[in-house]
């Protein structure tokens, strides 16, 4: 399974981005799936996540802010984010579970793209 990030780029507090992950290979193996963020010296964080059956699961700095879903016929995930913040500012990765259930936990997450940088100034 190969996930490619993409929609990363620089904005303005009060802006929005939307990224977007594509998923090929195996993609019966794709089914729970999530999006994390790290910035340089911090541990990587949940940022929203995704079951098969459409659950979803924000962490507490996304809610109301940020938007994921996913496109099962083009193998895509996305995540809306507005109201972007300059501390939003971090490498955004996609990640895709083999299970079925919400994933929240980073060791549940079997494949992980290379990331995209979203940079907010202030």
């Known amino acids: 399974v190969q996930l490619v990030e993409s929609g990363g780029g620089l904005v303005q507090a009060g802006g929005s981005l939307r990224l977007s992950c594509a998923a090929s290979g195996s993609i019966f193996n794709v089914n729970a799936m999530g999006w994390y963020r790290q910035v340089p010296g911090k541990e990587r964080e949940l940022v929203a996540a995704i079951s098969t059956g459409g659950d979803t699961h924000y962490a507490d700095f996304a809610e109301g802010r940020f938007t994921i879903s996913r496109d099962y016929g083009k193998s895509t995930l996305s995540l809306q984010m507005d109201s972007l913040k300059p501390e939003d500012t971090a490498m955004y990765y996609c990640?895709?579970?083999?299970?079925?259930?919400?994933?929240?936990?980073?060791?549940?997450?079997?494949?992980w793209g290379q990331g995209t940088q979203v940079t907010v100034s202030s």
């Open positions: 990640a895709a579970s083999r299970r079925y259930t919400l994933v929240i936990n980073a060791k549940n997450f079997d494949y």
